[in-house]
């Protein structure tokens, strides 16, 4: 049973840089979630997909993130010019919807220098 | 809005102790609850859920009620280990309809030591 993974597990960028970050959810999950968590704090929510369609997106996501699932199945997400403040654990989940639980990846650590 | 409560931390406990953490949630429907718990340098794991009221999850020998007529959630579990350690999170989610996604507490780290 592979769970969601994400890739890369850790990534160290310059500010003003732009990064990208991919997420395999679990193969027949429909949904898809992304989270932001900083030091000492809960997960955030950022964004959802059902299959391939965006669904809703936080007011966190501002617009110099971008967030795809093209055909339904992994995702990416992308930050474009990346701030200090950007530095986090970006978290991705997945989930058959009608109330099961979402199962989470290990995370993407985002430190900006 | 929609919003969790939880126990501040940090939590040190001595090996076999009794545990609590605190839950209170705030929600505009009637939300299902759940206790996830983070170790280090890991994402999120599913610890317990609860989907209506006066339901009781387990696991591990965890347990949570779901008391609506104190919104609350407290995990509560008789005896720790030192693999207990770790970071426990609060959470709910609106499952009528909609995106189903969770909100979470701030969390609460708890130490067990030997």
């Known amino acids: 049973d592979t769970g969601v993974s994400q890739d890369p597990r850790h990534k160290i960028t310059k500010r003003g840089q732009n990064v990208t970050f991919r997420c395999d959810p679990i193969?027949?999950?429909?949904?898809l979630y992304w989270y932001r968590q900083t030091l000492g704090q809960g997960p955030e929510f950022l964004t959802y997909?059902?299959?391939?369609?965006?669904?809703?997106k936080s007011r966190l996501l501002s617009d110099r993130f971008s967030a795809e699932r093209p055909k339904g199945s992994f995702s990416t997400l992308e930050i474009q010019r990346t701030e200090q403040g950007d530095s986090a654990m970006y978290l991705c989940?997945?989930?058959?919807?009608?109330?099961?639980?979402?199962?989470f990846g290990d995370g993407t650590r985002l430190s900006i220098l | 809005g929609n919003s969790v409560t939880q126990m501040e931390g940090p939590v040190t406990l001595s090996e076999e102790a009794f545990l609590t953490i605190n839950c209170t949630y705030t929600?505009?429907?009637?939300?299902?609850l759940f206790w996830y718990v983070q170790y280090p340098g890991e994402g999120l794991q599913l610890l317990l859920k609860a989907t209506k009221a006066d339901d009781k999850g387990s696991n591990k020998g965890f347990e949570a009620t779901y008391r609506k007529e104190t919104t609350s959630f407290h995990l509560e579990k008789g005896s720790v280990q030192v693999s207990d350690s770790a970071v426990y999170f609060c959470?709910?989610?609106?499952?009528?309809?909609?995106?189903?996604?969770?909100?979470f507490g701030k969390g609460t780290k708890l130490t067990v030591n030997p």
């Open positions: 989940a997945s989930s058959p919807g009608g109330g099961q639980p979402q199962h």
């Open positions: 997909f059902q299959n391939e369609a965006q669904l809703e």
């Open positions: 959470a709910l989610s609106l499952t009528q309809g909609g995106s189903e996604k969770l909100v």
């Open positions: 929600a505009t429907g009637y939300p299902s």
């Open positions: 193969s027949e999950h429909n949904r």
